[in-house]
């Protein structure tokens, strides 16, 4: 039995999900996730096998159909499949956001309408802030929304959407004309619902191909492009304008986790890979894990996965219990995808030439890992988030 990574104090059903799904990532995932990353392919028969498990219904409320579980047990279910293939937590981890989001702030009649279809995988839900010429400035957004009657038409680019083909439901930030002074309180998030596919997939709303990426393979992400789209006054989320910017951080600061959770799941995963062939490969008449250098680099990297998955559940836990937790997310986001880029290359050298060859699992690790440094924030963002709260709490 693995020490790593375990957590103090889970309940016996929790144990059990995590048990379900660490067997179906061993059965179902890892066997395939090579052939699938290489090819690119979407994962839809692994897909339909969390669909079965309940699984994009995990943290939706019972009322709704869901489990009603804690963002700590999403968390560790999402550290155990990206231990199998970042792609597949990629799948959930929007959906996740949305279904957050709606069940936080949406009106009751949002409520009903998404969440019971949201719990069985029925709808899929993605995330839209970025665009294409927007970084990390949030209040800078261009894509408009203007109000005609009881429509609004959007017009404008949105970028880097996960799941942007396959998901039939979107949550929107643009900007909307509320009168504010601040920017940020001129923003507002839609509820769009869509047909999965790619092209113009409804009047005034084309998603393009698929964007070809480093790794994060199998996952679509692409563009959105709303020129002239209408939609109902009734999808703004909460029937609030101008308060989307404040939701949309609410769902970032639980992506963060999400985030945080799945570097962690990588960091493991590369631990394994490397410790195996470390007892494996013999240099010089014994294995090279009896060598000091790879010995301690073992060490180094078993104490670094250690400390990310400690930070994780902490920041879990505390959004669970209802406290601010964005100086934490912020810590174990940053410290979980850094840690893991670092784990990955560490496992990658250890194992020699062969870590470059596409037959091993670490090479796909080796371009996956990179991608959790920028996702839900970069380093830098994280550093920003982290000194303002510090600041704040230990006001002079």
């Given at each position: 039995?693995?020490?790593?990574?375990?957590?103090?104090?889970?309940?016996?059903?929790?144990?059990?999900?995590?048990?379900?799904?660490?067997?179906?990532?061993?059965?179902?995932?890892?066997?395939?996730?090579?052939?699938?990353?290489?090819?690119?392919?979407?994962?839809?028969?692994?897909?339909?096998?969390?669909?079965?498990?309940?699984?994009?219904?995990?943290?939706?409320?019972?009322?709704?159909?869901?489990?009603?579980?804690?963002?700590?047990?999403?968390?560790?279910?999402?550290?155990?499949?990206?231990?199998?293939?970042?792609?597949?937590?990629?799948?959930?981890?929007?959906?996740?956001?949305?279904?957050?989001?709606?069940?936080?702030?949406?009106?009751?009649?949002?409520?009903?309408?998404?969440?019971?279809?949201?719990?069985?995988?029925?709808?899929?839900?993605?995330?839209?802030?970025?665009?294409?010429?927007?970084?990390?400035?949030?209040?800078?957004?261009?894509?408009?929304?203007?109000?005609?009657?009881?429509?609004?038409?959007?017009?404008?680019?949105?970028?880097?959407?996960?799941?942007?083909?396959?998901?039939?439901?979107?949550?929107?930030?643009?900007?909307?004309?509320?009168?504010?002074?601040?920017?940020?309180?001129?923003?507002?998030?839609?509820?769009?619902?869509?047909?999965?596919?790619?092209?113009?997939?409804?009047?005034?709303?084309?998603?393009?191909?698929?964007?070809?990426?480093?790794?994060?393979?199998?996952?679509?992400?692409?563009?959105?492009?709303?020129?002239?789209?209408?939609?109902?006054?009734?999808?703004?989320?909460?029937?609030?304008?101008?308060?989307?910017?404040?939701?949309?951080?609410?769902g970032v600061?639980?992506?963060?986790?999400?985030?945080?959770?799945?570097?962690?799941?990588?960091?493991?995963?590369?631990?394994?890979?490397?410790?195996?062939?470390?007892?494996?490969?013999?240099?010089?008449?014994?294995?090279?894990?009896?060598?000091?250098?790879?010995?301690?680099?073992?060490?180094?990297?078993?104490?670094?996965?250690?400390?990310?998955?400690?930070?994780?559940?902490?920041?879990?836990?505390?959004?669970?219990?209802?406290?601010?937790?964005?100086?934490?997310?912020?810590?174990?986001?940053?410290?979980?995808?850094?840690?893991?880029?670092?784990?990955?290359?560490?496992?990658?050298?250890?194992?020699?030439?062969?870590?470059?060859?596409?037959?091993?699992?670490i090479e796909?690790?080796?371009?996956?890992?990179?991608?959790?440094?920028?996702?839900?924030?970069?380093?830098?963002?994280?550093?920003?988030?982290?000194?303002?709260?510090l600041l704040?709490?230990?006001?002079?």
């Open positions: 039995m693995a020490r790593l990574a375990r957590t103090a104090g889970l309940t016996d059903v929790q144990q059990e999900i995590l048990s379900t799904v660490r067997s179906f990532v061993d059965k179902e995932i890892i066997p395939h996730a090579q052939a699938l990353e290489h090819a690119d392919e979407y994962p839809a028969e692994i897909v339909a096998g969390m669909k079965e498990m309940g699984l994009f219904g995990l943290t939706i409320p019972e009322e709704y159909g869901g489990l009603g579980e804690s963002l700590l047990t999403y968390a560790l279910v999402v550290e155990e499949i990206a231990r199998g293939w970042m792609s597949v937590s990629g799948v959930i981890n929007t959906h996740f956001i949305v279904a957050h989001m709606i069940t936080r702030h949406g009106t009751p009649e949002q409520k009903q309408h998404f969440l019971p279809r949201m719990a069985t995988g029925e709808v899929r839900g993605s995330f839209s802030m970025s665009e294409p010429d927007l970084g990390s400035d949030v209040a800078a957004i261009k894509t408009r929304a203007r109000r005609e009657g009881d429509e609004y038409v959007i017009d404008g680019a949105k970028m880097w959407l996960t799941n942007g083909g396959s998901s039939n439901l979107i949550a929107l930030l643009v900007k909307t004309d509320e009168g504010a002074e601040k920017a940020h309180q001129n923003l507002t998030t839609f509820l769009v619902e869509k047909p999965s596919g790619f092209g113009e997939v409804l009047p005034g709303l084309t998603i393009p191909g698929k964007i070809d990426k480093m790794g994060y393979k199998g996952v679509d992400t692409t563009e959105a492009v709303f020129d002239g789209f209408k939609i109902g006054a009734d999808m703004v989320l909460g029937n609030a304008p101008g308060k989307g910017f404040s939701y949309m951080m609410d600061e639980v992506g963060r986790v999400n985030v945080a959770a799945r570097a962690c799941g990588i960091a493991i995963r590369s631990f394994e890979l490397a410790i195996a062939y470390a007892q494996q490969r013999t240099t010089f008449g014994k294995p090279i894990a009896q060598h000091q250098a790879i010995a301690f680099k073992l060490a180094e990297m078993a104490t670094k996965v250690e400390a990310a998955h400690l930070m994780m559940v902490n920041a879990a836990r505390l959004k669970d219990s209802g406290a601010r937790n964005d100086v934490e997310a912020g810590m174990a986001k940053l410290i979980a995808s850094e840690y893991c880029a670092e784990v990955t290359q560490e496992a990658f050298r250890i194992h020699g030439g062969y870590g470059y060859s596409k037959e091993y699992e796909r690790l080796m371009r996956e890992a990179p991608f959790l440094l920028i996702g839900e924030g970069t380093s830098e963002i994280q550093k920003t988030i982290i000194s303002r709260g704040r709490d230990y006001k002079a």
